[in-house]
């Protein structure tokens, strides 16, 4: 099965580094496409561009809200957008600070908000059938020790997305979410490197292992796509099975 991305422009958040950079790496290889990779820090955004020169740059803090529709305004129109960049702060909920919960919310969940809704009125406006795809998380759906702040922004951007897919779908829009057990990026090491915490999250997951990073980039891209037509609000799990159980 060919997915074609020919004539799009496609914005990728968080494509510097982890999930966001492969997607921008795979969609860079498909012809006649114009990749755009937002990220916060200049290093990761450059070693990208070093990687794939035809990968346009944005190097804007997601947690700076004018800032960020300045520079999503500058590139509009978008005709495809993947809302990837994310963070975690771990820590027992009783511990947890206010100012750490706010962080994880402003990129997590205020930023697919304030990112989707720049490229969405663009795409109402010029009439173009777009698609949206949030990564998410299985964290949205069951509870883990030590992320009641991620889990919580996870499962706000799973009720954001079926918010935007009824609202926007009329005007041809499509919005989905990818929920992926740990994958072993820099985000998935923080939390999952110690063997004491990943045998029983290993031990729950039917297909006994963890995602690789190939994985979420082949669903992402085939819900961004027109192969994908149809499905509008979804949450689709990447999980070996760990949701079914
Ligand atoms: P990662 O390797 O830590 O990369 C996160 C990316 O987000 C980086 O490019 C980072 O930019 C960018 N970012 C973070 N804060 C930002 C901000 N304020 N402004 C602009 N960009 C910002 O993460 P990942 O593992 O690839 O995760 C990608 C997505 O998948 C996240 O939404 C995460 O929640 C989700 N997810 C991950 C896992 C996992 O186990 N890894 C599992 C389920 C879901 P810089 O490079 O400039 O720092």
Redesign the pocket.
Known sequence: MDISFSGKRILV?????????EICLTLAKCPQVTVFA????KT??DSLKALAPSVNIVP????DHEATRKAVAAILPIHALVN?????HLASFLDMEMDAFDKVF???VK?VFNVSQVVAKCMVEQKIAGSIVN?????SQAALQDHAAYCAS?GAVDMLSKVMALELGPHNIRVNCVN?????????RLG?SDPVKAGPMLAKIPLGRFAEVSEVVNAVLFLLSDKASMINGITLPIDGGFLAT
Do not use: C, F, Y
Not at 60 to 63: F, S
Not at 180 to 188: D, N
């Open positions: 958040t968080g494509g510097g580094r982890g999930i966001g950079r937002l990220s916060q820090g990761h955004l804007v803090d997601l947690a990837n960049a994310g963070v975690a402003e990129v997590n930023a990564v998410s998380s299985q964290a996870k992926p057990t740990v994958v072993l990026t820099e985000m998935g999952w």
